[in-house]
Nanobody
Framework: VQLVESGGGLVQDGGSLRLSCAAS????????TGWFRQAPGKEREFVAA????????YYADSVKGRFTISRDSTKNTVYLQMNSLKPEDTAIYYC???????????????????WGQGTQVTVSS
């Protein structure tokens, strides 16, 4: 499975961006999709996750109410709508798949099996 993120860029404080994570290739099980981010000099941190059918979502407290994760199964794509962006949201954003997920979403990056290359998000103050 290959993952390709897109939609990153430079935006002003309070602005919005929508990230996309497109999956290609064959999978043999259902999977959950997560978004993580890593700022310079910091560890990778969980942002949001969505279940296979899109019925369950899970957010980090730092983005709850500002970010929305969704999926379009017909396009094998997961989106991360980011509103009210802040400078502290600046990071490389990665999407990842957890194969065989049964509906309990995880914020632990070690549970995710396949990762994209990342897309840079920069929020200027």
């Amino acid at each position: 499975v290959q993952l390709v993120e897109s939609g990153g860029g430079l935006v002003q404080d309070g602005g919005s961006l929508r990230l996309s994570c497109a999956a290609s290739g064959r999978t043999f099980s259902s999977y959950a999709t997560g978004w993580f981010r890593q700022a310079p000099g910091k560890e990778r941190e969980f942002v949001a996750a969505i279940s296979w059918r899109g019925l369950i979502t899970y957010y980090a407290d730092s983005v709850k109410g500002r970010f929305t994760i969704s999926r379009d199964s017909t396009k094998n794509t997961v989106y991360l709508q980011m509103n009210s962006l802040k400078p502290e949201d600046t990071a490389i954003y990665y999407c990842a798949l957890e194969f065989g997920n049964t509906g309990v979403l995880s914020d632990d990056s070690r549970r995710y099996d396949s990762w994209g290359q990342g897309t840079q998000v920069t929020v200027s103050s």
